[in-house]
Nanobody
Framework: QVQLVESGGGLVQPGGSLRLSCAAS????????MNWYRQAPGKEREFVAG????????SYADSVKGRFTISRDNAKNTVFLQMNSLEPEDTAVYYC??????WGQGTQVTVSS
């Protein structure tokens, strides 16, 4: 069965960086688009970034363009989200997603001084 396991979250000061990872299993990883979403307290889950199976196509929410970078390592069945210049508004639980219906358990990112 499809499994997605996120890691790399934590507490970081404004302006800092974090790198999230999502380890995938149970499907042919390189064949599928992978996405990162986030959900802040009291808000709906929102799209953050996506990457095609080959890694050649990426997309980003306007709020993170120029600060976040999505990438993948198909040999390791892992997708990454490099987050730079973090802001308090980036505080949320970050989720890995694929095939629309498969989600990881999430990893908490807190940006605070």
């Amino acid at each position: 069965q499809v499994q997605l396991v996120e890691s790399g979250g934590g507490l970081v000061q404004p302006g800092g960086s974090l790198r999230l990872s999502c380890a995938a299993s149970g499907f042919t990883f390189s064949s599928y688009y992978m996405n990162w979403y986030r959900q802040a307290p009291g808000k709906e889950r929102e799209f953050v970034a996506g990457i095609s199976g080959s890694g050649g196509i990426t997309s980003y929410a306007d709020s993170v363009k120029g600060r976040f970078t999505i990438s993948r390592d198909n040999a390791k069945n892992t997708v990454f989200l490099q987050m730079n210049s973090l802001e308090p508004e980036d505080t949320a639980v970050y989720y890995c997603n694929t095939m629309s219906r498969h989600w990881g358990q999430g990893t908490q990112v807190t940006v605070s001084s």
